[in-house]
Nanobody, 126 residues
Framework: QVQLVESGGGLVQAGDSTRLSCAASTLTFSTYAMAWFRQGPGKEREFVSTISQSGRRTEYADSVKGRFTISRDNAKNTVYLQMNSLKPEDTAVYYC???????????????????WGRGTQVTVSS
């Protein structure tokens, strides 16, 4: 069982930057592909970004491409989401997810992820 704990959310202004962190409680963190999803008020959960086990492969939703950066530190069992140029439409609960998969894996599909955090709220004011 892998527990994921997100942190770093809060209230920010449009145009600001903030960084989310997700700490994993597993000794085999480097074997999991990781991702961030989000769910805005009244919206379905949507893909934000994913990173492979090695960190060499990443993918982003079009809505965040060029503004958000995903990274990971396997020595610290942590994945990050650097969010720049934030917009009010980025307001959402952000969830971290882990996928037990072979190879250097990435996926934008939520059903491919085995473990989920409880989420952290990010609110962007205009």
């Amino acid at each position: 069982q892998v527990q994921l704990v997100e942190s770093g959310g809060g209230l920010v202004q449009a145009g600001d930057s903030t960084r989310l962190s997700c700490a994993a409680s597993t000794l085999t963190f480097s074997t999991y592909a990781m991702a961030w999803f989000r769910q805005g008020p009244g919206k379905e959960r949507e893909f934000v970004s994913t990173i492979s086990q090695s960190g060499r492969r990443t993918e982003y939703a079009d809505s965040v491409k060029g503004r958000f950066t995903i990274s990971r530190d396997n020595a610290k069992n942590t994945v990050y989401l650097q969010m720049n140029s934030l917009k009010p439409e980025d307001t959402a609960v952000y969830y971290c997810a882990a996928a037990a998969a072979p190879g250097d894996y990435i996926s934008e599909w939520s059903h491919n992820y085995n473990y989920w955090g409880r989420g952290t709220q990010v609110t962007v004011s205009s």
